[in-house]
């Protein structure tokens, strides 16, 4: 009896496992900053598809919009977590139990984004925050995001895109720390674990124009969003019936001479 009352007692004892992606919050509960925030993430995604199918035949990969990453244990649960407005991380279920994901845990997944991008509506401040977890302990605020990137979930590649000045800043992770990354003569970022470049296109996408982040391979050609590739194919197929109307029309002018000469154009 007391080898059975010295089990339960120690059963009762342990710490709660960690919590996973269905019991933790799916949002912050705060506004999204701006209108471009969306079709920001959308154009993103959508203009990257044909490279994560390449890269990923097996479908093993999560891009995350707006939603949460954990990475640590606190209460309430979303002091402990960042939740970028755009992020990819390899070789992880997009689904997780057959459940859509509704956040990205690092402690039940331990593989790191390969790259983050927050879209600044501000000067940036918020989005290059150093302050380490220890400097806000018990003060109820969040240590700073760029720290987080940097020091806990190890991010490889952050971008702060400012809206307002149409301006992109990237950072690398160069052993411990990040470091400001300088573009290329294109003005571009690359981005070699996705075979891509980042940088600013200025355009209309979803009845908007300004200035958007988009991809472009590594020899710089921009990477089109699915309407754009089949935009680009209708109108190959109206040149190439072009093409064939004008050849028709040449062949019969050609014959309409041979005519006059007293040539048969059938002989």
Known sequence: MTEILAQTSLETDLPPPFPDHTQLPESDGSFVKNFQEHPQSLILTDSLNPILERLHPDGQYAIGQDCGIYWRETDPPEKGAEAPDWFYVPNVPPKLDGQIRRSY???????SPTI???FASGDGSQERDQTPVFRVEGTGSKPGKF???EQIIHI???GIFLITRNELEM???VGAYYERMIPNQRGHYPIPPLEVEIGIWQGTYLNQ???WLRWWDLEGNLLLTGQERAELAEQRAESAEQRAESAEQRAARLAERLRAMGVDPDL
């Open 105 to 111: 845990v690092i402690w039940r997944e331990h593989i």
């Open 147 to 149: 720290w987080v990137y």
């Open 156 to 158: 490889p590649y952050y």
């Open 171 to 173: 950072y690398q992770l």
């Open 116 to 118: 983050a991008l927050e």
């Open 209 to 211: 124009t300004q200035a």
